[in-house]
């Protein structure tokens, strides 16, 4: 068990302001691919694999949002980054809060997507943990049994997440899942956040609710809303264009 900061696997594309694509649970940096290409015109774009994922290491022991926040902080302190424009898909959207609450002087903007500031609801605490002992029976299985059809409609896209889910190991499910559960709620905190921030939303989205997204907006100091029709949890694959035009928005207003 380790509480120092893991050398993060990333790729980079292009050159600019850095902006890092932070990928959600239990996924890598791959599912950023389609936007990162296209944003690699205007930015210079880091995709990461998150502690537990991807190319990344998978030490044991608990994997809390501040500690993944403190991983990525490394990791611009390796590239000689002092600020950075963070985007948190989903669970990557509470490992930006962390980041920004412990480390606001490194952010110079914000995207959220498909994400929340709000902690878990009793019923959902309890659900995760429920799945964490699934995980001990059947593996990232259960993951997949549990959340697959919750993270988009699309056919294709479902396929990927699957492929990706069932890489995951078991107690990297665990301590990811056990970190969201105990993760503090941030919706007073987003009136601190002084940077200009998207958040970004599927209207499809099966995990986050719309309401949920509009609260973070209107307590966001310099926030603005995105929908993005016909898509739920996978915005970023779902709709890579869309997603990659609110993101530039997003540049220019940094």
């Not at 205007?42 to 991983?71: F, Q």
């Not at 963070?86 to 997507?113: C, D, E, N, W």
Request: charged residues 25%; aromatic residues 6%.
């Amino acid at each position: 068990m380790t509480n120092q900061p893991v050398r993060l696997f990333y790729r980079e594309r292009g050159q600019g302001k850095p902006m890092i694509l932070i990928h959600g649970f239990p996924l890598d940096h791959s599912i950023w691919d389609a936007v990162a290409e296209d944003l690699s015109k205007k930015a210079r774009v880091i995709t990461p694999d998150l502690r537990g994922y991807g190319k990344s290491p998978k030490p044991e022991g608990e994997y809390t949002m501040r500690m993944m926040a403190d991983d990525l902080i490394a990791l611009l302190d390796q590239l000689g980054i002092d600020k950075a424009i963070m985007v948190g898909h989903s669970m990557g959207g509470y490992i930006t809060l962390a980041l920004a609450k412990a480390y606001p002087q490194r952010l110079s903007g914000i995207g959220f997507v498909a994400t929340q500031a709000a902690a878990d609801l009793p019923e959902r605490r309890q659900a995760r943990l429920i799945l964490v002992d699934e995980i001990k029976r059947k593996g990232a299985q259960a993951v997949v049994h549990a959340n697959l059809k919750k993270y988009s409609r699309n056919a294709e896209v479902l396929k990927y997440t699957q492929e990706l889910m069932l890489k995951a190991q078991p107690h990297v499910l665990m301590a990811c899942l056990r970190g969201m559960a105990d993760r503090e709620d941030m919706t007073d905190f987003l009136k601190e956040i002084a940077v200009p921030s998207v958040v970004i939303a599927g209207e499809q989205d099966d995990l986050i609710p719309l309401e949920r997204t509009r609260e973070m907006v209107e307590r966001l100091q310099r926030g603005w809303l995105v929908t993005v029709p016909n898509a739920g949890h996978m915005p970023m694959m779902e709709s890579p264009q869309q997603v990659t035009s609110a993101l530039i928005e997003l540049l220019q207003q940094t």
